[in-house]
């Protein structure tokens, strides 16, 4: 295939390279000037998109995504399909699908997890919206670039996964490391502490798969200075996608809310930036409750 890609950032970058080594044909954009090797560079976003079968997108917001889809949209041949890969609100997912749609192309929302480890390996999970021609031209790329690719629903559906789930994965990582600072004042053992929680109810990825505690559990950010892993300001950028895709859903979301304060807190008003979003952890146990 033909394939534009439009911002070769840390994880576009590697997915194009993927692609590449797959066998496709790639010309790449990004507006910082970055070259990946093997990807044909082009000199702005409509060059990389004229004449692709698939043009994908991995940009840092919505309101990039729009700009960047207002220029490739013109260019592009019926039939062509819009693949954005970057998380971005919901109703900017929709608006450019619509747009797209309205100009005779596929559209296709797939926002990923897996992080730039799953980037470069190929790994990466694929949450998609749009229809299911969109899906069914868009997947031998998800297939190549990750190692699942969920149809979870129409333009946005994609979006809507990614916030919901991370919306969860926020809020629990707080709740887990309030609860091992809290066990900390108590004299539990931390040891004690995951070796019942894990087998009990309050269990979950951030306790079992990803623990908080160093020392604890498997092998994760902790281990290694909280070094991201998955760093906190993104955690803060999908906890804001998802208070702000409430506010447009007119969803109650308490926690959620609750859980972008203390990322926005942590993030920029403590020493948050550039840790993994689990060293929540030692900021409470620093804490008292006042
Ligand atoms: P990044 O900042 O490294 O890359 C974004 C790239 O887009 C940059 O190279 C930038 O120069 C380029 N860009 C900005 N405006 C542009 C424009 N108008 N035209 C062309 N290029 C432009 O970010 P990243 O870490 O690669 O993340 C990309 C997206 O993926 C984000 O939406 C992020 O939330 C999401 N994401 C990131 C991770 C992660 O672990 N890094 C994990 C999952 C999802």
Known sequence: ????????????????ANLVKAGHEVTGFDAAGVTVTGVQAASSSSAAATGADVVITMLPNGAILRSVADEVIPVMSKGAALVDCSTVDVDSARAVAAQAEAAGLLAVDAPVSGGTGGATAGTLTFMAGGTDAAFAKAKPLFDIMGQKAVHCGDAGAGQAAKICNNMILGVTMIATCEAFALADKLGLDRQKMFDVVSTSSGYSWT??????????????????????????????????????????????????????????????AEDGKGKDFSAMLPRFEKRGRG
């Open 207 to 268: 306790m079992n798969a990803y623990c908080p505690a160093p020392g604890v559990g498997p092998q994760s950010p902790a281990d290694n200075g909280y070094q991201p892993g998955f760093a906190a300001e993104l955690m803060l950028k999908d906890l804001r996608l998802s208070q702000q895709a409430a506010q447009s859903a007119d969803a109650d979301t308490p926690m959620g809310q609750a859980a972008a304060a203390l990322y926005a807190q942590f993030v920029e």
């Open 1 to 16: 295939m033909k394939i534009g890609f439009i911002g070769l950032g840390n994880m576009g970058a590697p997915m194009a």
